[in-house]
């Protein structure tokens, strides 16, 4: 829980995106359906759109803030509300102020424009409440607990990404594939995102991860995808954390793209009950140090299954044998 050295506003901080415009050459306009963003997931997606020749998108904002924030009797004063979107991959920075669209002083809107060559991923967007406390200018009293994702990438506004699959035969395939011929996947870390490569070659793989089956064959399905899940985030924890930016006092620093975004959602569980940074330091310290990058292997397994949702598949699937023990017995 992080303390403040001043008066924050209580309540809750809501961002909402309500429509969106693309600009293409010559300035001509173009208002997006609303299956392009999800209000529940907070979720923006530009990676589907029909038209590609796209250069801004401008997204319509509303804000509700905490009715106090602005009464006349409150610690605050100058209050402004802001969004601020951010990409790590491409370290750029936006903000925009919102303008008062109620006398209570609860509903703001406005709107953030993002130029497409600024961005290659995912941005963050949030919004914070800005007022003078106690005398001293630019306090931030207030912001959204969720933040907002702006993907320019993704065809759908989901929040978790699907697994990437690709098939290619493993024997006869790119080179550091063929010794692993026997295997029915491997995980390659080395483009923009992670993906899973499915060996053609190994008979029946490509039929059950690709089908809709359902009784046995789709809990093994719902259960070897899981797995393929599991494989995923212990591959990128490691692609991730062997590959730092060191600062020359010796700290480490979060990568800009997906490995920063995996490793922020991963440390929390390898090193429970610290700050990110913090979690960083200890874990880099230890993979180059003499001892304790072992000791640290059960917990990276523990982040990965649980994000993978295991516990939950496996569960699903004794289940579902066991009803069909059940039915087959009737």
């Not at 319509?60 to 790590?88: F, I, M």
């Not at 065809?155 to 550091?176: I, K, N, Q």
């Not at 993906?195 to 029946?204: M, P, S």
């Not at 070897?224 to 591959?235: H, I, K, R, S």
Request: aromatic share 6%; glycine share 10%.
């Amino acid at each position: 829980m992080k303390v403040y050295p001043y008066e924050r506003v209580p309540g809750v901080v809501d961002l909402r995106v309500t429509g969106i415009e693309l600009f293409g050459p010559g300035e001509i306009r173009e208002r997006l359906d609303t299956s392009a963003f999800s209000v529940t997931d907070k979720v923006v997606a530009l990676g589907g759109l029909d038209r590609d020749d796209w250069e801004r998108a401008r997204l319509s904002l509303t804000a509700s803030v905490p009715g106090r924030t602005t009464d006349d009797d409150s610690p605050w004063s100058d209050v402004s509300v802001v969004v601020v979107l951010t990409e790590g991959a491409t370290n750029t920075r936006l903000s925009s102020p919102l303008t008062r669209e109620s006398e209570n002083g609860r509903q703001w809107g406005g709107r953030i424009d993002l130029w497409r060559a600024d961005h290659l991923d995912r941005a963050s967007m949030t919004v914070h409440v800005v007022a003078t406390v106690s005398g001293v200018p630019g306090r931030v009293v207030a912001s959204a607990d969720k933040d907002w994702v702006v993907d320019v990438k993704s065809e759908t506004p989901l929040r978790d990404r699907r697994l990437d699959f690709t098939e290619v035969g493993f024997a006869e395939g790119p080179e550091w594939l063929r010794p692993l011929k026997d295997m029915p996947w491997a995980v390659d870390t080395s483009g923009d995102l992670p993906v899973v490569r499915l060996n053609a070659d190994f008979e029946g793989i490509s039929e059950l991860v690709g089908g809709e089956a359902s009784g046995p064959e789709g809990l093994v399905r719902e259960l070897l995808v899981a797995q393929m899940c599991t494989d995923v985030w212990t591959a990128v924890f490691h692609a991730a954390i062997g590959d730092l930016e060191v600062e020359e006092d010796g700290t480490p620093l979060f990568p800009r793209d997906w490995r920063g975004e995996v490793l922020r959602e991963m440390l929390q569980d390898v090193v429970p009950g610290r700050p990110p940074e913090d979690a960083l330091g200890e874990v880099h310290r230890r993979r180059a140090g003499t001892a304790g990058w072992t000791d640290l292997q059960p917990r990276i397994h523990y982040a990965a299954t649980r994000r993978a949702e295991v516990p939950k598949a496996l569960a699903a699937t004794v289940h579902g044998l066991n009803r069909l023990d059940r039915g087959v017995d009737a």
